[in-house]
């Protein structure tokens, strides 16, 4: 492979691996905010307690509250990867490898080597995966408990 090559793959990885990265500030954000708007709702739904529909009051609260539990585990820190490990750069630096190998080293770090271990890539998408995972659960839930909380005080209004 020709240096250009490896140079050209090894900095489209890293965009890569720095746009992945970004993505993931990207939802947390949204996880902190939809967490103090559902913090937020709960503390004034619980304003409404003396009228309102209990039943639907009561199931309302517990979609909010599992809503903004499953949030938490959402936004809980995880361990992300990058490349180069330091660690891998700083021996292969010391044994004088060429900046070819160092290069070809890192995409493998990024990229991960086929059927051995997942790339940093693989591994922090898997992640990124899951917690937008949660968070389009946690929203659906929310919602719910938007329409009980809605239901409960309607109910009351107009009872039947």
Not at 46 to 56: E, G
Not at 123 to 138: D, G, P
């Amino acid at each position: 492979m020709k240096d250009e090559t490896i140079k050209a793959v090894h900095q489209i990885l890293r965009e890569g691996l720095s746009e992945q990265l970004r993505t993931k500030e990207r939802i947390d954000t949204k996880i902190s905010i939809i967490a103090g708007f559902n913090a937020l709702l709960l503390v004034l739904c619980l304003q409404l307690y003396p009228h309102v529909n209990i039943i639907l009051f009561c199931m309302g609260m517990f979609f909010l509250v599992a809503s903004l539990g499953l949030l938490f585990k959402a936004y809980r820190t995880q361990k992300w990867l990058s490349s180069p490990r330091p660690h891998v750069l700083i021996e292969e630096l010391n044994e004088g490898k060429e900046i070819k190998d160092i290069y070809k080293q890192t995409i493998g770090d990024i990229g991960g080597v086929p059927d051995e271990e997942l790339g940093a890539f693989r591994q922090n998408e898997k992640k990124i995966s899951h917690k937008a995972y949660w968070l389009n659960i946690c929203t659906y839930i929310l919602f719910l408990g938007l329409i009980m909380m809605t239901l409960s005080r309607i109910a009351f209004q107009f009872p039947l």
